[in-house]
């Protein structure tokens, strides 16, 4: 690699090099030699220790890949069938009437709820000690399913937590013990295991910080360790062994290989962006392999390009960056492509800023934003702080550092994620003639919400999480926000209140 690009890939990671932050390991390599591998940032800042080539990350959803390899590892063995129902081997937790396959959990086209908006219904909040029994529990009290199995595609943990527990059925052994058997050790990936339990000591682990862009982080603790989805600790360098099979299988039977770089087939003959335990996308029409992770504040992207032989791994202990675009942006960069990964913003009149709450509406997942002002300053409500809008020379408002931002228009605002724009329009407290007050139940998450009309609005009350407003934008989209993990759609239907949040559909509240 020349001096040019060392420099440009300094610069796309200057953010994680700006003194005491939290910040990553970044490992890029090509034709299995590496190209770039550096440290940023620390591990620790209450006690300044630097991340290091064997500091440890928690990796989340890139755990995902190891779930699925292990299931092919059985297949393989002839202990299973990819089109077994699941309920032969774990009947006693579910209770869904439709058949639902193996495959189909590890494509992500099972229809099955993600566990995450079910627990935080149920009342158990994030940062609770949540466990493995916690999980079954939820998914026991299942009887529907989001979608037909196979008709769409959408991202569902719970599918993987239950691919976890076939393999210990069928292995006999912890599922930790069989990755770290049949995967871990003979890719020789020897800082790499999946955690057990938040309590386990861990050598060398990086702690999470949030970043919301208003230059002060904030400890986000990880205290649950879920495997199947999650749980894999492990670093840059190991990383790097799992992705050259996908480039030459050596370790790993190529045909293994090969399903888990599949694309699934929807049963309307569409193809979707997920594979087994990865995602498929194209980069100037080149085919890109991986897994993206995310929990507490923890980040990280791993990703492949097989025809250029080109491997990258970014793990981070903080949010400041989107790591799938960041990656994306940093194999430009060494393949000498010009940048493409920018989301373009729709045409717009730009209007002044103005406070207010904004909402999004269906069928995008459901988002609230608050945005107050004080003594001429904006400010956006985020999950741990205000954070300020800075004002760009396209109109735009910056949310603070963060590579997202706010353009006001007559009809709302234009969101700008770092991979996406959302439209979302004004709105004001939800009209209480909409809705009847008094006690729901929903059996599915085995909870009680209760809805309160005050003054000239609703309130939704629950379980740990307390009561906020519901809020009701011009296009009729009605929402609550509890916190940034519990957003959910509300619809008022006879004597029955139902709800819809971003991977969990058509949760139905009966009046008591």
């Known amino acids: 690699m020349n001096s040019n690009m060392t420099e440009q890939l300094n610069q796309l990671f200057r953010m994680w090099d700006r003194g005491l932050c939290p910040g990553a390991q970044v490992?890029?390599?090509?034709?299995?030699?590496?190209?770039?591998?550096?440290?940023?940032?620390?591990?620790?800042?209450?006690?300044?220790?630097?991340?290091?080539?064997?500091?440890i990350f928690h990796v989340a959803s890139i755990s995902k890949e190891f779930t699925v390899m292990s299931i092919l590892l059985l297949w393989k063995e002839g202990k299973l069938d990819l089109e077994d129902d699941i309920r032969k081997y774990l009947n006693e937790y579910i209770n869904i009437e439709t058949p639902i396959t193996i495959r189909q959990m590890m494509n992500n086209v099972s229809g099955l709820r993600d566990q995450w908006e079910l627990l935080f219904l149920r009342g158990i909040k994030i940062n609770d000690h949540i466990d493995m029994d916690d999980i079954n529990t939820t998914i026991a009290l299942q009887k529907s399913l989001n979608f037909?199995?196979?008709?769409?595609?959408?991202?569902?943990?719970?599918?993987?937590?239950?691919?976890?527990?076939?393999?210990?059925?069928?292995s006999q052994m912890s599922f930790p013990q069989f990755v770290k058997e049949r995967i871990f050790n003979p890719l020789g990936m020897t800082h790499s295991f999946?955690?057990?339990?938040?309590?386990?000591?861990?050598?060398?682990?990086?702690?999470?910080?949030?970043?919301?862009?208003?230059?002060?982080?904030?400890?986000?603790?990880?205290?649950?360790?879920?495997?199947?989805?999650?749980?894999?600790?492990?670093?840059?360098?190991?990383?790097?062994?799992?992705?050259?099979?996908?480039?030459?299988?050596?370790?790993?039977?190529?045909?293994?290989?090969?399903?888990?770089?599949?694309?699934?087939?929807?049963?309307?003959?569409?193809?979707?962006?997920?594979?087994?335990?990865?995602?498929?996308?194209?980069?100037?029409?080149?085919?890109?392999?991986?897994?993206?992770?995310?929990?507490?504040?923890?980040?990280?992207?791993?990703?492949?390009?097989?025809?250029k032989e080109l491997e990258l791994v970014?793990?981070?202990?903080?949010?400041?960056?989107?790591?799938?675009?960041?990656?994306?942006?940093?194999?430009?960069?060494?393949?000498?492509?010009?940048?493409?990964?920018?989301?373009?913003?729709?045409?717009?009149?730009?209007?002044?800023?103005?406070?207010?709450?904004?909402?999004?509406?269906?069928?995008?997942?459901?988002?609230?934003?608050?945005?107050?002002?004080?003594?001429?300053?904006?400010?956006?409500?985020?999950?741990?702080?205000r954070t300020a809008l800075v004002k760009e020379e396209d109109g735009g408002y910056r949310i603070g550092s963060l590579d997202e931002k706010i353009y006001f228009t007559d009809n709302g605002i234009l969101y700008r994620l770092p991979g996406r724009v959302l439209t979302l329009t004004?709105?004001?407290?939800?009209?209480?003639?909409?809705?009847?007050?008094?006690?729901?139940?929903?059996?599915?998450?085995?909870?009680?919400?209760?809805?309160?009309?005050?003054?000239?609005?609703?309130?939704?009350?629950?379980?740990?999480?307390?009561?906020?407003?519901?809020?009701?934008?011009?296009?009729?989209?009605?929402?609550?926000?509890?916190?940034?993990?519990?957003v959910m759609y509300v619809k008022a239907e006879n004597d029955t209140i139902i709800m819809d949040g971003g991977r969990i559909k058509h949760i139905i509240y009966q009046k008591q």
């Open 426 to 486: 004004p709105a004001k407290p939800a009209d209480p003639a909409l809705f009847q007050e008094g006690t729901y139940y929903n059996d599915e998450t085995d909870s009680f919400m209760k809805l309160v009309k005050v003054e000239n609005t609703c309130e939704i009350h629950m379980r740990r999480h307390g009561k906020t407003t519901l809020y009701q934008s011009g296009s009729g989209s009605i929402i609550f926000r509890m916190d940034a993990n519990l």
């Open 314 to 385: 970014l793990i981070s202990n903080t949010t400041t960056y989107a790591m799938s675009k960041l990656a994306d942006k940093a194999a430009c960069i060494v393949l000498g492509l010009p940048d493409c990964t920018e989301p373009a913003v729709p045409e717009h009149e730009n209007a002044p800023a103005r406070s207010g709450v904004f909402l999004t509406a269906l069928p995008d997942d459901p988002m609230f934003v608050d945005i107050t002002e004080q003594n001429g300053t904006f400010y956006m409500q985020r999950e741990w702080c």
């Open 194 to 307: 999946v955690r057990e339990s938040f309590t386990q000591i861990v050598p060398d682990l990086t702690y999470s910080y949030q970043d919301e862009g208003n230059d002060t982080f904030y400890y986000n603790p990880l205290n649950y360790a879920l495997y199947g989805p999650t749980s894999v600790n492990t670093c840059a360098s190991d990383l790097c062994k799992v992705l050259d099979e996908y480039i030459h299988p050596n370790v790993i039977d190529p045909e293994i290989i090969e399903l888990m770089k599949k694309p699934v087939l929807l049963s309307n003959g569409k193809t979707a962006e997920y594979c087994g335990g990865l995602i498929t996308h194209k980069l100037h029409g080149l085919d890109v392999f991986g897994h993206g992770g995310a929990d507490a504040a923890y980040r990280g992207e791993i990703i492949c390009i097989p025809e």
């Open 148 to 170: 037909e199995p196979q008709s769409q595609y959408l991202y569902s943990n719970t599918g993987f937590h239950l691919l976890a527990l076939i393999v210990e059925k069928l």
């Open 27 to 55: 490992l890029i390599r090509q034709h299995g030699k590496t190209l770039y591998e550096k440290c940023f940032g620390y591990g620790n800042l209450e006690n300044k220790l630097k991340i290091h080539k064997e500091s």
